[in-house]
């Protein structure tokens, strides 16, 4: 049997201003209509034996996490919460340390890949299985079309296990020129990070190779508590845990690594460029998201969340629109995303880390309007779904139902407001909000005070877990 692990960790803060911080590349529908975590998933259909998923996450992310599996009806084994991240190596040790057996497979699939050809990738996952079963550590080797410098090669050996190899060597990123050479060799393949190894023999060679990553995750994971569908690990031991990849902390040292090529039009999506080649185009080479019109322009990614955009006379360029950010940038120059992301922090600007639609277990809210001392923000509650009970120490609040149906709890007095009608809640009054009805709830919020935070928040209960 076999446990697809699906590591959903990243940023992606390459994709700025799509991706950020709190909703990164991997909850959004980046190439098709599914969001790249429900692909990751949905392109193992086919694929025989394969166990519930364990998915490894960032604790911020966990509901977005949750509600994505369920629009697709998976209901994951386990959904391991970080509570800091220490890259690949100790996630991996989690979803081991879970598994049900030491000799279940682990697929390790990261959740923001592309993989265009579902068939070569279902053939090579059934031999990395039955190699995996040998007691190696298998990686896929994605087949390289071009001297590319931004990943990582495994140079193969000479010794064969049917259609894979031995690995000789992980290499660094190389330059352009060693690139081309690794190319004309035809010894060299991409790094996917892809995985797949029994759970036992992993955790015996992290055993060999990094005893205190191994001792710290099984103490996390022993002082771990259940979290409604969740398993939190203990912070403070996790904190203590050594950061490393798989490949640093494993699969470099253990002689028991082989690669298995894998030709299927993969694509990691880690730049507007590498999204621009795996998105359809017009006769011209664009590819165009949303309302967008073009003029004598070639070979552009141009994306519209909200606007009309309109293109003039340019090529080879990426412009994307979002509610509260424009990006323009040479197709050439998107690595250097990082750096605005990098300045948006410095100066504390929340457009590094979340969009104007924030989403939270209970719904969404969009900022609409935002001033010195109010701001305005429409609210939508979904059916069944209660806000936390809380009180706020700078800021009152007045709501309105547009639709729907509001239960409010006001300082322990149940009001019921329905559609066309308001409340007042005052500063420092403990209250609540929940949708009783089957349709979602969408209401006007308008704040006013002195401080108008998120953080301006104490809550006494929630059926989220977030106090």
């Not at 410098?149 to 690995?167: N, P, S």
């Not at 979002?322 to 600007?349: F, G, N, P, S």
Request: aromatic share 8%; proline share 4%; hydrophobic share 40%.
């Amino acid at each position: 049997m076999m446990i697809p692990v699906v590591l959903s960790g990243g940023s992606g803060t390459r994709l700025w201003p799509l991706s950020r911080g709190q909703y990164p590349k991997q909850f959004l529908p980046l190439v098709s209509g599914n969001t790249m975590l429900q692909e990751t998933i949905l392109r193992l259909d086919g694929v025989a034996g394969l166990q519930a998923p364990i998915a490894v996450c960032n604790e911020d992310h966990r509901f977005m996490l949750a509600e994505q599996m369920r629009e697709i009806g998976i209901k994951p084994a386990a959904i391991i919460l970080e509570p800091v991240g220490k890259n690949t190596a100790p996630a991996v040790a989690m979803a081991a340390l879970s598994a049900r057996s030491e000799d279940d497979v682990l697929l390790i699939l990261p959740a923001d890949h592309v993989v265009g050809n579902r068939s070569a990738f279902h053939r090579a996952v059934a031999q990395a299985e039955l190699l995996a079963k040998q007691d190696l550590l298998v990686t896929f080797g994605i087949v390289a079309t071009e001297p590319e410098t931004g990943y990582g090669y495994i140079k193969r050996g000479e010794t064969r296990y049917g259609e894979a190899y031995k690995v000789a060597a992980f290499v660094e990123k190389p330059d352009l020129q060693t690139a081309q050479r690794y190319l004309e060799s035809g010894e060299y393949f991409w790094n996917s990070g892809m995985f797949a190894f029994k759970a036992g023999c992993f955790l015996r060679e992290l055993e060999k190779f990094n005893p205190e990553m191994l001792e710290v995750c099984r103490e996390a994971l022993r002082a771990a508590k259940p979290d409604l569908d969740f398993v939190r690990l203990d912070k403070q031991i996790f904190s203590t845990c050594p950061s490393d990849s798989i490949d640093y902390a494993v699969m470099e040292k253990t002689d028991k690594a082989v690669v298995i090529p894998l030709d299927a039009e993969w694509n990691d999506v880690g730049s507007w460029s590498a999204l621009w080649d795996v998105t359809e185009k017009d006769a011209a080479g664009n590819a165009i998201k949303g309302d967008v019109l073009t003029v004598d322009t070639r070979n552009s990614y141009i994306h519209s969340a909200n606007k009309l955009v309109a293109v003039i006379g340019v090529e080879n360029l990426v412009v994307v629109e979002t509610d509260d950010a424009v990006m323009i940038a040479a197709k050439d120059r998107v690595q250097d995303v990082k750096e605005v992301v990098d300045q948006l922090k410095k100066l504390k600007r929340t457009e590094a880390s979340v969009h104007r639609k924030v989403y939270r277990p209970w719904g969404h809210y969009d900022l609409v309007d935002a001033g010195e001392r109010h701001q305005t923000k429409r609210i939508v509650v979904k059916p069944g779904a209660k806000l936390s009970v809380q009180k706020h120490h700078h800021r009152a609040e007045h709501w309105v139902v547009v639709k729907g149906t509001a239960w409010v709890d006001k300082n322990g007095e149940k009001i019921l407001v329905t559609e066309n009608e308001s409340i007042y809640i005052p500063l420092g009054v403990i209250h609540s909000l929940e949708n009783p009805g089957v349709i979602p709830l969408e209401m006007v919020e308008v704040q006013s005070g002195s401080y108008l935070g998120e953080d301006d928040i104490v809550r006494y209960e929630d059926q989220y877990g977030r106090i």
